[in-house]
């Protein structure tokens, strides 16, 4: 059996992966139909998205949102179709997660069904998973029409700022022998990072009268932002440390430039580790310099 999809269905996926990741630096997910053509071979076509909360790691669809899909689906486009669920994982790897392996179980009621998950970098992982009369799952290609550069249209865009919200609820990390709460505010993910300023992670007080000077400063909160996207793709293993410690000194010459009195810590590769996150959770406040009126740096 042959899965075929047009470049145009295969760039509103990625389209749709992209805007998400653009808005909200999230997943995104939604469904697709599944035809059989004259030849025998499936086309899989007219990928949608429904009303879900949307985060780095998961989406959520509205189940009241689903049903009513299944139900607009049969009307336009018959009976004999099934239904392609697709996800997006962001900048991250294509791959099933456990999460995703345990979705797939909600479509074993018929014989088979079929399931895709991308990334912004249009890598994918496509597999078709058989029920009955014996459970099997395989990851094969997915062949993609005709496949051309994309440019995400006004349409997808508009769809993703409608439907795609992020939870309202505080996330809370744990930093050290405390835990903190993190919710709307300033930063990349929308954390208030200031909350985590305390007399536990600043040298001395006049470390915390340099960020109640600065927080409000745009030079300073885009910087931290900066920080946390440096660190998210180390992390995730698409920037190397050369590439982090270049934009770093690439960063560091804009502020002596404009004047600023912080600077982001160079870090070696060791440092880094155990500063950005990847033994323990890290506020991107402490990866910063500031200057005192006495011309000497103060590190927190």
Not at 278 to 294: A, G, K
């Amino acid at each position: 059996m042959v899965f075929n999809i047009s470049q145009k269905d295969w760039k509103k996926v990625i389209d749709y992966a992209q805007e998400a990741y653009n808005k909200f630096k999230s997943e995104i997910g939604g469904f697709m139909i599944a035809e059989k053509d004259k030849n025998g071979d499936i086309i899989i076509s007219n990928p949608e998205i429904l009303e879900q909360e949307v985060t780095g790691s998961t989406t959520i669809m509205d189940r009241m949102a689903i049903a009513d899909y299944y139900v607009k689906s049969a009307q336009k486009h018959g009976t004999d179709i099934r239904f392609i669920w697709w996800h997006s994982h962001a900048n991250m790897g294509a791959f099933w997660s456990g999460t995703d392996t345990t979705t797939m179980k909600e479509y074993s009621n018929g014989d088979w069904s079929a399931f895709l998950v991308v990334n912004i970098l249009e890598e994918y992982k496509f597999r078709v998973c058989t029920w009955n009369p014996i459970e099997a799952h395989k990851d094969i290609q997915l062949n993609i029409l005709n496949l051309k550069p994309k440019i995400i249209s006004k349409a997808i865009k508009d769809s993703v700022s409608k439907l795609c919200s992020k939870p309202t609820v505080s996330i809370t990390k744990y930093n050290g022998n405390q835990t903190s709460l993190y919710s709307q505010g300033y930063g990349y993910y929308g954390y208030d990072y200031y909350k985590d300023v305390s007399s536990t992670s600043t040298k001395d007080k006049k470390s915390q009268t340099v960020y109640d000077e600065l927080k409000d400063d745009p030079l300073f909160n885009y910087t931290v932002d900066h920080i946390t996207n440096m660190n998210e793709l180390y992390t995730e293993g698409l920037f190397t440390f050369k590439d982090w410690f270049n934009e770093v000194k690439s960063w560091n010459k804009k502020l002596k430039e404009k004047k600023a009195s912080f600077s982001i810590s160079e870090f070696t590769e060791n440092e880094l580790h155990l500063e950005c996150g990847f033994y323990t959770s890290y506020n991107p406040l402490n990866m910063l310099i500031f200057e005192s009126d006495n011309e000497q740096n103060i590190k927190v």
